[in-house]
């Protein structure tokens, strides 16, 4: 593989690294679905991020791509 794609899948796979406002640590990624806004008619990329050892949750929704 290629340094630039190995990079590419570092970063999936450690999402977007998001940090664990208790302990500072970046949160693992426990879930991923898709959502629906009906009113706006836009589809949202939902993540779930964890941090096991406090027990901190968070929901992330990103829009799809779609033209505005
Ligand atoms: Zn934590």
């Known amino acids: 593989m290629?340094?630039?794609l190995?990079?590419?899948v570092k970063e999936l796979k450690k999402g977007i690294g998001i940090l664990?406002?208790?302990c500072n640590e970046e949160m693992e990624i426990?879930?991923?679905d898709i959502s629906h806004d009906f009113k706006k008619k836009k589809e949202y990329n939902r993540m779930i991020y964890i941090c096991r050892k406090d027990d901190v949750w968070?929901?992330?929704e990103v829009p799809?791509?779609?033209a505005n």
């Open 2 to 4: 290629s340094n630039a």
């Open 6 to 8: 190995v990079a590419k």
């Open 20 to 22: 664990c406002p208790k």
């Open 30 to 32: 426990t879930k991923k």
């Open 58 to 60: 968070v929901t992330i």
């Open 64 to 66: 799809q791509n779609t």
